[in-house]
């Protein structure tokens, strides 16, 4: 065990978040144990218990740590275009799926359908969505809330379309971002008085399906 340390209650509960998200990273849920974090974290049991009383405690804070993270790190910058912000976005999240791909499948679906988990996946996708909804220019409020649903439901499309990936990988990291922006982009072009990304697919991509 490593030596143990005298840390603020605050820093020790980013102490204990940062190691178990490693954990969390490399393991599979069943496999993470509450006294190995404790060990990793130098600390004794019982007090790995006063911050978070459970795994699922300590795995619902990782992954909203993981969730905030990610909002900071999607950069919606207002002189990018359309397909740049998405391209980012993708890129960002992907990032972490991979390097975290036992969480990602733990939350998706070994805790599938926990209303704490669901809920930090909710929030995020929400304020997504709501960072999306401003970056096309829309007609009317009418405009707005059709936009807003084909947001809503290709956020899901994506979170499902990852997890499959992360599962299967049956194609490479690229055509699954691509597949991901041009997916909003054919279903976002009706919606439009103008066209969000003329030049897209990038020429040499096939159109075949």
């Excluded at 993981?66 to 909002?71: I, K, N, S, V």
């Excluded at 999607?74 to 791909?101: C, K, W």
């Excluded at 997916?183 to 020429?203: K, S």
Aim: aromatic share 6%; proline share 6%.
């Amino acid at each position: 065990m490593p030596s143990r340390q005298r840390l603020t209650p605050a820093a020790r509960r980013a102490q204990l978040l940062a190691v178990g998200a490693r954990l969390f990273a490399a393991r599979p849920y069943e496999d993470v144990l509450m006294e190995e974090v404790a060990e990793k974290a130098g600390v004794s049991r019982a007090l790995l218990y006063r911050h978070f009383p459970s795994k699922h405690a300590l795995f619902a804070a990782v992954y909203q740590q993981a969730a905030d993270q990610l909002l900071a790190e999607t950069r919606l910058d207002p002189a990018d275009s359309l397909v740049e912000q998405l391209i980012q976005g993708m890129d960002v999240h992907l990032d972490y799926f991979v390097a975290n791909r036992n969480a990602v499948l733990a939350a998706n679906r070994v805790l599938a359908g926990d209303p704490v988990i669901q809920t930090i996946m909710t929030n995020e996708l929400d304020a997504l969505r709501a960072r999306l909804l401003a970056v096309p220019p829309l007609a009317d409020e009418s405009a707005r809330e059709a936009v807003s649903g084909v947001l809503k439901s290709w956020l899901v499309f994506v979170q499902v379309l990852c997890v499959d990936w992360l599962a299967h990988e049956t194609c490479t990291r690229g055509e699954l971002r691509d597949v991901c922006v041009g997916a909003v982009l054919g279903a976002l072009r009706p919606l439009l008085a103008h066209d969000p990304a003329p030049d897209w697919p990038p020429r040499g991509h096939g159109t075949g399906v």
